[in-house]
């Protein structure tokens, strides 16, 4: 079974302070995604990667960036936290552009007070 | 870029059959995917189409009109667990990447 686990269930961060939420996947996938879901406003893409050191901006990439150093892990970061990003925050990964099944991890529930 | 739209909510009855439907509107398609999601849950892949027509799989099937820019989703035989928001996911033709839609939340009830 793929697995894709996020580093924490519930986060509860400051305005301006530096968020890191870091996805890991154990399937060898070439694809990471971060979205962002919001009430009325469905899966929103923030940025993709499709090979290690590549990314992709989204539909939503401002106040974003990513990492992806190694193949199983892709990271996102929120470099000054501000109360418009209080959202849920899934990762999802898919093994290749053939195969475009997208298999995500639990979600991250950030709060930026 | 991507447009889809599906129905906010839907409400069924325990035992009966729900159609879900999902109109797009794309600037290159690949393909369509819908996925379950129960609420505090992740999405869950349900089925993919790429070519016209019906795609069964046990309860579900999902059909697929590409010259429509038109899929359903269609659950069979109703269970309470069936209650999940149903998402329609585009692929385009930038690789790896699919556009959701905002999902449609069904409500199955005794």
């Known amino acids: 079974d793929v697995k894709v686990t996020q580093s924490s269930r519930y986060l509860v961060k400051r305005t301006g302070e530096k968020v890191f939420l870091e996805c890991v996947q154990d399937?060898?996938?070439?694809?990471m995604f971060w979205y962002r879901q919001d009430p009325g406003l469905g899966l929103r893409l923030i940025y993709f990667?499709?090979?290690?050191?590549?990314?992709e901006k989204g539909d939503i990439p401002e106040g974003y960036s990513v990492s992806r150093e190694k193949k199983e892990r892709f990271s996102l970061i929120l470099e000054s936290a501000s109360t418009n990003q209080t959202s849920m925050y899934l990762c999802?990964?898919?093994?290749?552009?053939?195969?475009?099944?997208?298999?995500f991890g639990p979600g991250t529930r950030l709060l930026v007070l | 870029g991507q447009n889809i739209d599906q129905p906010t909510e839907m409400t069924a009855t325990e035992g009966a059959i729900v159609q879900i439907n999902c109109t797009y509107q794309?600037?290159?398609?690949?393909?369509l995917f819908w996925y379950q999601q129960h609420a505090g849950e992740a999405p869950t892949f349900l089925s993919y189409?790429?070519?016209?027509g019906l795609e069964e799989k046990g309860r579900f099937s999902s059909f697929l009109s590409r010259s429509k820019g038109y899929s359903y989703l269609l659950l069979k035989e109703l269970q309470m667990k069936d209650s999940a928001s149903y998402l329609c996911?585009?692929?385009?033709?930038?690789?790896?990447?699919?556009?959701f839609g905002d999902g449609t939340t069904l409500t199955v009830k005794p």
């Open positions: 794309t600037s290159g398609f690949n393909g």
């Open positions: 996911a585009v692929k385009g033709t930038n690789a790896g990447k699919s556009t």
């Open positions: 189409n790429v070519l016209d």
């Open positions: 999802a990964s898919s093994l290749s552009d053939i195969q475009e099944t997208q298999y």
């Open positions: 990667s499709y090979d290690v050191k590549m990314k």
């Open positions: 399937m060898d996938h070439e694809n």
